[in-house]
């Protein structure tokens, strides 16, 4: 069983920074692409940001200069650094891991988190 745990959200001022912290846990051989999605109030989720095993990364163009992502391989974590936020940045913010190999799984899985909210408000 694979358990994966957001942290870091809160309520934060425009132009305001936070860091958020996903970490999966569990039998984890390798994780192929971690990521950041968010979805706001009546709206459909959305990928912020994700990064590979490797290193490689991708944005929404929303974020990009903005949020900045980095991954610890050793740790199954994955963080995102988050500036000049602005209001419509305020959303629940998920974590995801994609193509996870698990010992005693034959095939790869995703894994979301629960969840953590991030509100820009002043």
């Known amino acids: 069983q694979v358990q994966v745990v957001e942290s870091g959200g809160g309520l934060v001022q425009p132009g305001g920074s936070l860091r958020l912290s996903c970490a999966a846990s569990?039998?984890?051989?390798?994780?192929?692409?971690m990521g950041w999605y968010r979805q706001a109030p009546g709206k459909q989720r959305e990928l912020v940001a994700d990064i590979s095993s490797g290193g490689s990364t991708n944005y929404a163009d929303s974020v990009k200069g903005r949020f900045t992502i980095s991954r610890d391989n050793a740790k199954n974590t994955v963080y995102l650094e988050m500036n000049s936020l602005k209001p419509e940045d305020t959303a629940v913010y998920y974590c995801?891991?994609?193509?996870?190999?698990?010992?005693?799984?034959?095939?790869?899985?995703?894994?979301w988190g629960q969840g953590t909210q991030v509100t820009v408000s002043s």
């Open positions: 995801k891991t994609d193509g996870t190999l698990v010992r005693g799984i034959s095939h790869r899985m995703d894994y």
């Open positions: 569990g039998s984890i051989i390798h994780i192929f692409v």
